[in-house]
T-cell receptor, first 113, second 111 residues
């Protein structure tokens, strides 16, 4: 069974630039999550989708971060404009439903210079 | 105060040693509990769930004390391949189930 796919794996940008990350969840998984993991910390939930609807985006910095899951499958996370403190690994995870175990993708490592 | 607190380590132990990690959580509404393992530059992977009755999976034993809001992980007969960061995770219900991760405890097993 294919796991959660993410791209790109690495991205280096300068501050104030824009960047987008893509996630393809495990087939049939209704729930999709985006996490931010800063070096030395555990993952922090940014946004959670159930199909194409947002369930929780309380920790998403909405002035610069946006995410969508228009068709209820793939998702994109965008940062515009990026700040130095956005340097982190962005992890996508999916689960069968809201209460299911979460499976993580390999992450996108973002460096903002 | 963080909602899930762990000793960051590192714990540096020889092969064959027994090592224990502890974790405390502050939100009594937390409903389920897990240990995840994260290798360097890799994604977190579920290691095991944690129950009040305790559960064992080979060399790994996890325990939950709800009264003290305390979770533990015991690794017996450590292997070199156990070297990783172990993340304590609690699952609580707000508008939806939400995983809250600790910062992790780093384990280094030496030959």
């Amino acid at each position: 069974e294919a796991g959660v796919a993410q791209s790109p794996r690495y991205k280096i940008i300068e501050k104030r630039q824009s960047v987008a990350f893509w996630c393809n969840p495990i087939s049939g998984h209704a729930t999709l999550y985006w996490y931010q993991q800063i070096l030395g910390q555990g993952p922090k939930l940014l946004i959670q989708f159930q199909n194409n609807g947002v369930v929780d985006d309380s920790q998403l910095p909405k002035d610069r971060f946006s995410a969508e899951r228009l068709k209820g499958v793939d998702s994109t996370l965008k940062i515009q404009p990026a700040k130095l403190e956005d340097s982190a690994v962005y992890l996508c995870a999916s689960s069968l439903d809201l209460a299911g175990w979460q499976y993580f993708g390999p992450g996108t490592r973002l460096t903002v210079l | 105060r963080k909602e899930v607190e762990q000793d960051p380590g590192p714990f540096n132990v020889p092969e064959g040693a027994t090592v224990a990690f502890n974790c405390t959580y502050s939100n009594s509404a937390s409903q389920s509990f897990f240990w995840y393992r994260q290798d360097c530059r890799k994604e977190p992977k579920l290691l095991m769930s944690v129950y009040s009755s305790g559960n064992e999976d080979g060399r790994f034993t996890a325990q939950l004390n709800r009264a003290s809001q305390y979770i533990s992980l015991l690794i017996r007969d450590s292997k070199l391949s156990d070297s990783a960061t172990y993340l304590c995770v609690v699952n609580r219900m707000d508008s939806s189930y939400k995983l809250i991760f600790g910062s992790g405890t780093r384990l280094l097993v030496r030959p």
